[in-house]
């Protein structure tokens, strides 16, 4: 099970763990952080979100100031993402294709509560490789 925070293009955001997120798939299943033992995951449609952040703990580190600085070597493409809603994002990949629902970033701050970010390609404003 990883554990993801799911961030809808409405603003809504929900964090919780999933066992069958693909990145080729148009949607995955998420179990909402705090749900009873036995609770239905509930079923997430790519196209609804912005992102998909792996993190390394659902309560994230509410002290670090975001980076987008790279402060360590990392493999891929150096890339910059606008969100439609002004967020912007630094980092590498290796998937970057246009004609894909999205790609997997890498994030460039070492800091960062994000392992990895699943970036849904038709929520950005502006896609740029450095």
């Known amino acids: 099970m990883k554990q993801v925070v799911a961030h809808y293009r409405d603003g809504r955001i929900v964090k919780g763990v999933t066992s069958d997120f693909l990145p080729a798939k148009d949607r ?5 952080a705090g749900s ?7 079923e997430v449609l790519i196209s609804s979100l912005k992102a998909v952040f792996f993190v390394f ?5 509410p002290e670090h100031k975001k980076s987008n600085v790279f402060d360590r070597p990392l493999p891929g493409r150096k890339i910059r993402v606008v969100f439609a809603d002004g967020e912007v994002m630094t980092g590498t990949t290796n998937g970057y294709d246009p004609r894909r629902a999205g790609f997997v970033l890498f994030p460039a701050d070492i800091a ?6 699943f970036v849904v390609s038709g929520a950005a404003k502006e896609i740029t490789f450095l």
């Open 57 to 61: 703990d659902l309560k994230g580190f």
């Open 28 to 32: 995955f299943h998420l179990l909402p």
């Open 36 to 42: 009873e033992p036995g609770a239905p995951a509930i």
């Open 112 to 117: 960062s509560n994000n392992d990895r970010c």
